[in-house]
């Protein structure tokens, strides 16, 4: 039994070559049922996004699990050639899979490191796979456990906590200005992508009130019903500077459209409390000189690119520590994984402990019918005390030595010293299946865990 992953991502293929091997929500349910009918594939659930296609499987033998993949991307998407695709294809296995699987969903491996919607997508790709029993024990347990691994490097980390993108880099520069942003009020000038993606942020962090302005009235009146925002006319704006705690300015003009004069005035009509204005056109739109005034902080492309980008070293040294943290927890979970290889041979023992010793006991009673209820129980609890203590070494044994180097030998030598081999195939338990009786103390597998896993994560951005 090994885990593998096969699959490719922003990091080794183009967008045109990830849209080709995206599979649509619709048809992922047609998909997991197609991967599980691939000979050797025992479990499996399929991660799609904007940035990877992904499939993670249990399979019996690693390289040709691989292949198998393979050949489904393959069949799957007949718009790819497999010299067009396998260039693109990476694959792991065992403790290397387990790891890839534990840096995607904290986020170490994607375009940007540290955003938000890769655990919710891949809590909705499992809760797809739980739903049409394509995953299973082994693949459950590895989920859950990455998804434990990311809210520990949300939480013991900060690796999400600054801002990556220009617009939200104006928003995290307006909160240290004013602290509570629920009572200030937005002006924007223009209709620039990245002026309304800050606005956004704005009203997100609480802004209530928005007024909106542009050379087009139209598109403004457009936007402020998007904003829930009033719309202002255009030659009326610097007027309406004086009510703005923030201004957002980003249009196509070539020139400056605000002065220092006109920020001089609205400063002086707010009674000089401070006025945040937030450049985001190119060519600019504001003076640079504004900066010089007092209560004024005027902030253009470049400042907020020098904020995003000391966030992003930021990020990358988080990053290290959360590395650190996903080995530990792969150590972790491949102790869990190798203790797998050893339970079929516990429980094959005490299947054969159990029907020896109720084989003996149905012989003794038979030969002891005048025995009262007390008696018998006597007697079969006799022959309990006696098996269990009889197994308790070799158990505890195998258990011990499951992890080692040389657990292999140990459950060679227990099969063979107790002849579990000469039971048939068909009642021999394998890892996967008898793994549950592992899991029944872990709280990663707990009842209530899994059901809270299993509730709908909702719509989420790809």
């Known amino acids: 039994m090994h885990v593998i992953v096969v699959g490719l991502s922003h990091k080794t293929a183009p967008v045109e070559v990830r849209e080709k091997l995206a599979v649509p929500e619709s048809r992922l349910d047609e998909a997991l049922a197609r991967l599980r009918t691939y000979a050797g594939i025992r479990e499996g659930f ?20 691989h292949a198998r993949v393979q050949d489904f991307f393959a069949d799957t998407h ?75 490097v949300r939480t013991e980390t900060k690796i999400a906590e600054t801002a990556v993108s220009v617009s939200y880099a104006a928003v995290e520069l307006a909160k240290k200005i004013f602290s509570n942003l629920s009572e200030k009020t937005v002006l924007l000038v223009g209709a620039g992508e990245m002026a309304k993606l800050a606005a956004q942020h704005l009203v997100d962090q609480g802004v209530r009130k928005v007024s909106i302005t542009t050379r087009d009235a139209a598109s ?15 030659e009326h704006f610097r007027h309406e500077m004086a009510d703005a705690d923030i201004v957002l ?20 009509r707010r009674m000089n409390r401070p006025i945040f204005l937030i450049d985001i ?34 990020r990358r040294r988080e990053a290290g520590k959360a590395e650190r943290m996903v080995e530990e927890e792969v150590g972790q979970i491949l102790h869990w ?32 019918q005048n025995l009262s209820a007390q008696e018998r129980s006597v007697v079969e609890g006799l022959a309990s005390s006696i098996v269990n203590k009889l197994l308790h070494g070799p158990l505890v044994t195998l258990k011990a030595e499951s992890t080692a180097g040389g657990g292999a030998l140990f459950v060679e ?10 039971q048939t195939a068909a009642g021999r338990p394998d890892a996967a299946s008898s793994a549950e009786a592992l899991d029944e103390a872990d709280p990663d597998e707990s009842a209530a865990g899994r059901a809270a896993e299993r509730r709908p994560a909702g719509k989420r951005q790809a």
């Open 413 to 422: 030598a227990a099969r063979r010293f107790f002849g579990l081999d000469d």
């Open 220 to 234: 403004a009146v457009e936007l402020a019903r998007r904003f829930n925002a009033a719309s202002i006319p255009f």
């Open 78 to 152: 007949l718009s790819l050639s497999s010299e067009q695709l396998t260039p693109h294809l990476y694959g792991y296995t065992g403790d290397r899979a387990i790891g890839h699987l534990f840096r995607v969903a904290a986020s170490l491996d994607s375009m940007i490191v540290g955003e938000p919607q890769i655990l919710g997508q891949l809590k909705d790709a499992f809760e797809v796979a739980l739903n049409h029993k394509a995953s299973g024990v082994v693949l459950n347990k590895l989920v859950r456990k990455a998804i434990s691994v990311a809210k520990r």
């Open 281 to 314: 056109s190119v060519p600019r739109n504001i003076d640079p000189a504004v900066k010089d005034i007092d209560n004024a902080f005027l902030f253009d492309v470049d400042d907020l690119e020098m904020r995003v980008e000391q966030n992003l070293e930021e």
């Open 337 to 368: 994984m190798k203790s797998l290889e050893v339970t079929p041979t516990i429980v094959a023992l005490r299947n054969r402990a159990e029907t020896i010793k109720q084989a003996e006991i149905d012989k003794a009673l038979a030969r002891l």
């Open 46 to 65: 399929l991660l799609s996004t904007c940035n990877r296609v992904e499939v993670y499987a249990v399979v019996d033998q690693a390289e040709e699990g």
């Open 249 to 268: 300015c980003s249009t196509g003009a070539s020139h400056y459209l605000i002065g220092v004069e006109d920020v001089q005035q609205a400063v002086r």
